[in-house]
Nanobody
Framework: QVQLVESGGGLVQAGGSLRLSCAAS????????MGWFRQAPGKEREFVAA????????SVADSVKGRFTISRDNAKNTVYLQMNSLEPEDTAVYYCAAGFVFVGSYYYTGASQYDYWGQGTQVTVSS
């Protein structure tokens, strides 16, 4: 089992920045790709960013490309989402997820490929 706890959400004005953190505990000795998803009211959960276990491969959604960056520190069992140039459309609950991988360079972009989820952190961007 892996437990995930997100932090760093909050209220920010458009154009501002936030950095989300996701701390993992439990069975962290296994290899896990990590991802960030978000869900706005009345909308489906959508992929935001993902990173491989070794940190060498990553992907971000087209809607946040050039503004959001994902990174991880395996020594701290923590993954980060740096969000810059935030827009009101980025308002959502952001979820961290972990998915077991056999190959350290793999990551997932589909929610169904992840095994564990955090409780989410609210990000609100005011115009």
């Amino acid at each position: 089992q892996v437990q995930l706890v997100e932090s760093g959400g909050g209220l920010v004005q458009a154009g501002g920045s936030l950095r989300l953190s996701c701390a993992a505990s439990g069975r962290t000795s296994s290899r896990y790709a990590m991802g960030w998803f978000r869900q706005a009211p009345g909308k489906e959960r959508e992929f935001v960013a993902a990173i491989s276990w070794n940190g060498g491969s990553s992907s971000v959604a087209d809607s946040v490309k050039g503004r959001f960056t994902i990174s991880r520190d395996n020594a701290k069992n923590t993954v980060y989402l740096q969000m810059n140039s935030l827009e009101p459309e980025d308002t959502a609950v952001y979820y961290c997820a972990a998915g077991f991988v056999f190959v350290g360079s793999y990551y997932y972009t589909g929610a169904s490929q992840y095994d564990y989820w955090g409780q989410g952190t609210q990000v609100t961007v005011s115009s």
